[in-house]
């Protein structure tokens, strides 16, 4: 079997010894002879399951004991809705950063539950940077700042984070355990887990422990983050299987070196990307602006439609996979999250770079 | 590898030629050079797994086209928040059955929601039996019945459900794809997956579609049936890999003979299980009254406690998992959801015998 590269945006490539790690245990797990789908959510073997999980990803991404990681479902969507019915309340106002399509979506779904602002935009800009944060303008009685820490659509992300009075509140979905961050400077943080952290089908939620007494027993039990907090994420049956491949995953990262090592080598990936675009003469043209460029998502255009097309049919039969732009925004992206290694970046370059050569 | 004898409640068996599949192609699906948790939920290949899904059920459950088939997560439990909140308005009263605290949890988030009624319950006769038809009692300006169609801590089933004048709504959570039942009947059915469709993470909800306009767009997205049915439930990513097993467990239902052969076997195993229990002279004793028999889940209590505890450990020796009373009544249950075969069964009752030889 030859393996694709892998530029996905998520779903994602997922590292291949954890692939091949699921593979050998998938019909007996540690000896139980049962699948690890198989086993019930209340016994000691899942229990370890997900309790390594939880450890893990504490101790990879240095989650203070003020925090609480929390393991959900619904993806980031789902989470454009459940920070404002549990934190937005009546005479507070939802603050918000737009960067992306995403964000605008988080806004959408605040504004059906309360009061919300923009706090900064670059919406007329297409999206093509972070705002600076000095030009953020909070509203009165802000409940929260929201933002999305890196933008998979524009290929953008945030390089420092605003030191603001209030609740600092990040989607992580695309960039959560892609660098170090001080998890103690945000009151909650929400990643759909299928970018960095294994399959789609998870939720991650960690969230400053004295915000759970904002939420109101009026909620919907499993809209509630005090259910979650209260039963370790065990109210009822969790999606066993995501948050069993999300330690393996976490394994992963640990046997890599860990959230700086990692980090070192995405800056690595991303450099020789966009090395490649700025040095191409104007050939491929980075969609966003240079300080405020993604390491996780790169997105870029080429001189026109039908070199695109070209280009990404090239690509494909080469073996790169994934590198058509957002349907809303066209050209192309490469995605290159954790798992995505270095050589796939190599791969990718050399063919860019001969793919301009043969068609200049 | 000796394969476990797993009587689990849920997460439960799976087939073993899908979880072979499974294995056979997880670092390659269809020679994508991915796995299909690695695969874009916007690629093609991911999308016939979809629909390979959604076409399967419709065709083994006889779905008619009056109906939708949606993919949700959250489990039964968000369901018990999602159907008051789109189809339970002012001036309505949404009526429940209480046969297990499943229900009753149901109706407790309904309240939240809007009024409710109990039409009909057991609950003073620790849920042993399903209300007579002739008993329910609905209330005025009824927006839907809600019932619990198995109830896998009490191991009770309906085996004919009511025909009543306004949408009847059932959590077919431990039963779909157990038995024939004509979905015309029903203006709704949802079903954590976890039983007899697949693993944990996904969660079916079968909806008749003019009930969608119920819905208000003043939801949250993610909580409005409208959403998944506009969008074939590819609004956001959806839990791509619980859905591909899924569609492994249809293709084997399918290849089993379909429901009806299924409901058959499923019958043979049941019947096995209360014979050996009726023929006991009392030492195992049924919960459920006999009309009200669940052939998903075997409820039986042993003379004692001690007993109890002997017997389970004997059976977990035995290869026997699973047979542990739900933490909230005690006693044993034996789940046998289709990927139980009937050998399983057998042993179960071989060792049922022989324990209760032993000990008198």
């Known amino acids: ?18 692939l091949k790690r699921a593979q050998e245990e998938l019909l007996n797990f540690q000896n139980t002879g049962m699948s690890v789908m ?42 454009f809705s459940m920070v404002p019915m549990n934190l937005l309340h009546e005479g507070e106002v939802g603050n918000y950063v737009l960067t992306d399509s995403w964000s605008d979506k ?33 509203s009165d009685h802000a409940a929260y700042l929201h933002i999305t820490s890196n933008n998979t659509i524009a290929g953008t992300q945030w390089h420092e984070f605003p030191n603001v009075v209030t609740n600092l509140i990040a989607d992580m979905s695309s960039d959560i355990l892609s660098r170090e961050i001080d998890v103690e400077k945000f009151a909650l943080i929400y990643a759909g887990a299928q970018k960095n952290l294994g399959p789609s089908g998870v939720t991650v939620v960690i969230i400053r422990k004295d ?16 259910t979650y907090s209260e039963s370790r994420s065990l109210y009822n049956t969790p999606p066993t299987f995501a948050i069993y491949m999300l330690s393996l995953v976490l ?39 240079k300080g405020s460029r993604s390491f996780m998502n790169v997105t870029f255009t080429l001189p026109n439609e039908e070199l695109t097309k070209k280009f990404l049919t090239e690509a494909k039969e080469r073996g790169l996979i994934g590198l058509a732009g957002h349907r809303s925004v066209g050209g192309c992206r490469a995605s290159i999250y954790n798992a995505v290694d270095y050589e796939a970046c190599e791969v990718l370059v050399d063919f860019m770079q001969k793919f301009k050569k043969n068609v200049s």
Request: charged share 30%; with cysteine.
């Open 1 to 18: 079997m030859k393996r694709a590269y892998n530029f996905n945006a998520g779903p994602s490539s997922l590292p291949l010894s954890v």
């Open 38 to 79: 198989e086993l019930s959510h209340r016994s000691k073997e899942y229990d370890a399951v997900h309790n390594r999980a939880q450890t893990l990803l504490r101790k990879l991404m240095n989650v203070p004991e003020t925090h609480d990681i929390l393991f959900l479902q619904g993806g980031a969507s789902l989470q």
């Open 106 to 138: 988080a806004l959408k779904e605040a504004k059906k539950v309360g009061k919300t602002h923009v706090a900064a935009s670059s919406k007329e800009d297409r999206y093509k940077y972070i705002p600076k944060i000095d030009d953020i303008r909070l």
């Open 211 to 226: 915000l759970l007494e904002k939420s109101s027993d009026s909620l919907p039990t499993m809209l509630n983050y005090k």
């Open 251 to 289: 394994e992963w990262v640990e046997e890599q070196g860990g959230v700086k090592a990692i980090e070192k080598r995405n800056r690595e990936k991303a450099a020789l990307l966009y090395n490649c675009i700025d040095e191409s003469d104007g050939f491929y043209r980075a969609h966003a602006e």
